[in-house]
């Protein structure tokens, strides 16, 4: 059902969003077919009834270094998402391109990506289905190291980093249609306390990487752009550097709207990680 909400008065949905339950061990998620005996995802979750609240009206309010995520009207040439060397190729250049222009950054070098669809998913084609957990991508740690990583490999001296601020940026999108279920939640990235965040491992057949999952409070305010569009793009702050703005890391979900029609269509969507440098002494956007 919907509601007016406290939160600057804008109408909001009330939905369950899954917060990792205090006192559960440290999470580990197995990005592969885990060993004999070990379970694909630990860790014990909580469906939290939160407040939504549509975020349209006041859209030109929210960015980046401030909340930790941004509403773009970012139209793509590109129409086929099925093809990976295609989707770097093509909409790689375009990504790079939307978001040095939304930060102001000198470089932006896009990285990897994920396209989502659940029923594509469970019928075996290579994509992922909507994450419904709070989380964050990256951590203090895995953050810049994974920039170090994807700059080696582009075959620059990952010692640039020093000295200079860089980010770890999403760019979400959805494809082929508006969303119309499992809509993306954003959690204002100043109502999150420290003890909020938890270190969660990604173990994959190679390494061991680390996003955030979250504990779950009341003060969370939590936003969403109902029936995002193709001609639309939404980013994320899943890192930054910089230790003197609110926004460092997002806490963001998918989740289940209730007002998504019967019969909604599956939401299929792609997002890209981009490492965003901004050059030294580059201080944050107000």
């Given at each position: ?103 102001g950054a000198d470089r932006v070098i896009a990285f990897d990506h994920n396209v989502r669809s659940a029923p594509l998913a469970q019928a075996g084609v290579p994509v992922k289905e909507p994450v419904k957990r709070v989380h964050n991508d990256f951590t203090e740690r895995s953050g810049p190291r994974r920039a170090e990583d994807e700059l080696a490999a582009a075959g620059i001296d990952p010692a640039i980093l020093a000295g200079q601020r860089f980010a770890l940026v999403n ?116």
């Open positions: 059902m919907t509601a007016e909400t406290s939160i600057d008065r804008l109408t909001a949905v009330t939905a369950p969003l899954n917060y990792l339950a205090h006192g559960s061990e440290r999470p580990v998620r197995y990005n592969y077919t885990p060993p004999p005996g070990a379970v694909p995802q630990s860790g014990t979750f909580v469906a939290e009834p939160v407040p939504v609240a549509d975020a349209r009206p006041i859209a030109d309010r929210f960015t980046l270094d401030r909340q930790g995520f941004a509403l773009l009207r970012e139209p793509t040439a590109v129409t086929d998402f099925d093809d990976a060397e295609a989707i770097r190729r093509d909409y790689f250049p375009e990504v790079e391109a939307a978001v040095r222009a939304a930060t760019l979400w999108r959805p494809i082929r249609a508006p969303v119309e279920e499992s809509p993306l939640a954003f959690c204002d990235a100043r109502s999150i306390a420290p003890e909020d965040f938890v270190i969660a491992d990604l173990v994959y057949p190679d390494r061991v990487g680390e996003i955030y999952q979250f504990h779950h409070r009341p003060e969370h305010r939590w936003y969403y752009f109902p029936k995002l569009a193709p001609e639309e793009a939404l980013l994320i702050k899943c890192y930054d550097s910089a230790t003197d703005g609110p926004a460092r890391f997002t806490a963001h979900s998918a989740f289940d709207d209730p007002t998504s029609p019967p019969g909604a269509r599956p939401r299929e969507s792609i997002e890209v990680r981009t490492l965003v440098l901004y050059g030294p002494g580059t201080a944050p956007r107000a």
